[in-house]
């Protein structure tokens, strides 16, 4: 195999994997749970302090497993039930009794959760006190920097017991320069996604598994805003039809309803969203079911559709003012491309031409609406692919180039460079 293909299958492999709940707060609890962990004793007193955009993602979306809202009950579930072996899905076993005792904990005044100016987007320090059975106090503290399970200092009693180290790099963990010293582009993923072995990729087939569990789940079962559920509503009230795009739209809405709504179920996240993979995975699934693709050619567009998105969005930092599920959406209409027999040509109309679309679209923090903003993606993506397969597509216009590399650059000059005084108006706005 090649050497870049390697690379490739490695990246998908340590950022495609499940998550259960938002990431956000999901990091805070893993990081408690270390935390927890490393202390040793009973639990007194949390500490949680975070990064602006970690903040932003964590305050109006549900903990699954607790009912609840919040980087705090996030944190102290982590504490009190959490699986510090299990990554993003450390809350995946807790129940309703360490539910309880994890409230009982902030009820008392005894977590406290805070922002700080931090190095990194990503970012949590979590810091536990505990009394021992002799009444004796000790401390635990653990930094998250760089990645949403990516720790990177260990301190118990004080006294440093692990560190690694910080800043950028796939090799390390961090997410933000994934695709650094890699040899990549969009040809490049056209070509490894239709060449690979299947066997080499046979495991993005769990992508489709997980999400389409997600979107059964937010049809049957009212969860946030309940957007997959009122269209089905209305597609049999007669006022909309099950056409390829509503019916897109419709199961990727509800996969994003039931995430965000709390539902104890796992998503196939990509680069630390569950939304994102949500959008990477779903649109592709249901086009694959409308041309009749075989698993093979599935699990070919699923590969494309994730490192597609990995690729563009390691251009930009990982949490900002920009709303990522519009270049994942871009990356799933390349895949609906070559599902419906397209060519490569075409596959970058497709990128262009969702990229055209909704590349406006801001991130005003993780919550029930993010459902919508999935929607929204998703229905650019259908448009851009129908328009591709006729052999049209934007160029030259606006941050949109003439080659489909170059809008992808353009598109990381913008949220790096144009964007970060929106991200700091946002914030401002939500924790006002």
Known sequence: M????????QIIQQVVKPALGCTEPIAAAYAAA??????????????????????????????????KIGLAIAAAAGVIGGNAEAGLEVLAAIT???????????????????????????YCRVRLLGLDAEGTEH????????????IVEQRRNDEVTFTAEQGHGGATGATGAICD??????????????????????????????????SDEGMNNPYGLEIGRTMQQNIQAGLIGEDVMNRIVMRTAAASDARMGGASLPAMSNFGSGNQGIAATIPVVVIAERFGASEEQLARALIMSHLGAIYIKSHYPPLSAFCGNTVTSAAAAMAMVYLAGGSFEQSCHAIQNVLS??????????????????????????????????????SGQGIVAGNVEQTI????????????????????????
Not at 182 to 208: C, G, K, N, P, W
Not at 378 to 386: C, K, M, N, P, W
Request: proline residues 2%; hydrophobic residues 40%.
């Open 139 to 150: 401390s635990a503290e653990v930094t998250l920097c760089g990645g949403h399970t990516r």
């Open 357 to 394: 679309d909704s590349a406006g679209m801001v991130c005003d923090g993780a919550k029930a609406s993010c459902a919508m903003k999935v929607s929204t993606s998703s229905g650019a993506a259908v448009r851009g692919f129908l328009m591709a397969l006729n052999s049209h597509g934007v």
């Open 34 to 67: 270390v935390a927890a962990r490393q202390l040793g004793c009973k639990p007194v007193r949390l500490e949680v302090v975070v990064s602006d955009n970690l903040y932003k993602n964590s305050m109006g979306v549900y903990v699954p497993g607790t009912g």
């Open 409 to 432: 650059r353009n598109v990381g000059q913008m949220v790096k460079d144009g964007m970060s005084a929106t991200d700091s108006t946002i914030i401002d706005i939500m924790s006002a």
């Open 96 to 122: 309703p009794a360490q539910v309880a005792e994890a409230q009982e904990l902030i009820d008392a005044g005894q977590v406290q959760v805070s922002r700080t100016s931090a190095p990194e987007f990503i």
């Open 181 to 214: 010293g890699v040899d990549i582009s969009i040809a490049a993923i056209h070509e490894f996604a239709t060449q690979v072995e299947f066997e080499q990729i046979r495991f993005i087939l769990q992508a489709s598994e997980l999400n389409g569990k997600l």
């Open 2 to 9: 090649k050497q870049a293909w390697q690379q490739y299958l």
